[in-house]
């Protein structure tokens, strides 16, 4: 299956939970990947500890998307301070606002403040992310530095993909 086939039936499997009504993945579960509520302060975080966010777009009831989170994410997101990664998670559609796009949008700004994605949508629509699952490696400055993994097909080659574009992401930002 390639990618397109795999991002089309991510889809539908989504769509098709929606229309059937079923619940989603709750999303605080145990060992489940943060959700951060200011995107702001993860990247000021990054800035001052040097790591890579390794950031999971999904969409709830996404069967690929909770394979991701499962077989590849929740043990890099156990041992993350010591690999010097942050692993989060975003989800497509949330446009709740993070917790200080409120403060940007009524304070005094800077030219950077006007373009800061203001919500979870918002900074998926702004790295032009369409498809779930889709895992981006952003470096401090808010850039991807790594090529993204869009879709999932099989656990055998996507820990391997996942370990190479971490390292590239360390080795652009001068990480170790």
Request: hydrophobic letters at 40%; proline letters at 8%.
């Given at each position: 299956m390639n990618a397109l086939q795999l991002a089309a039936a991510s889809?539908?499997?989504?769509?098709?939970?929606?229309?059937?009504?079923?619940?989603?993945?709750?999303?605080?579960?145990?060992?489940?990947?943060?959700?951060?509520a200011s995107h702001d302060a993860l990247l000021r975080e990054a800035v001052r500890d040097g790591t890579v966010i390794v950031a999971l777009f999904s969409l709830p009831g996404c069967p690929y998307c909770e394979a991701v989170r499962?077989?590849?994410?929740?043990?890099?997101?156990?041992?993350?301070?010591?690999?010097?990664?942050?692993?989060?998670?975003?989800?497509?559609?949330?446009?709740?606002?993070f917790a200080d796009a409120a403060?940007?949008?009524?304070?005094?700004?800077?030219?950077?403040?006007?373009?800061?994605?203001?919500?979870?949508?918002?900074?998926?629509?702004?790295?032009?992310?369409?498809?779930a699952p889709t895992v981006a490696f952003i470096g401090p400055d808010g850039k991807e530095v790594?090529?993204?993994?869009?879709?999932?097909?099989?656990?055998?080659?996507?820990?391997?993909?996942?370990e190479q574009r971490i390292a590239q992401a360390r080795s652009r930002i001068g990480a170790r």
């Open positions: 889809l539908v499997a989504a769509v098709v939970s929606m229309h059937a009504g079923a619940q989603s993945v709750p999303a605080r579960a145990p060992e489940s990947i943060e959700r951060p499962r077989e590849q994410l929740r043990h890099l997101a156990r041992g993350q301070s010591a690999q010097r990664l942050r692993v989060v998670e975003y989800e497509l559609g949330d446009r709740t606002p403060a940007r949008a009524h304070g005094p700004g800077n030219a950077a403040d006007a373009v800061a994605p203001r919500s979870p949508a918002a900074l998926a629509a702004s790295l032009d992310i369409r498809v790594a090529e993204r993994l869009v879709g999932y097909s099989s656990p055998d080659f996507y820990g391997a993909y996942l």
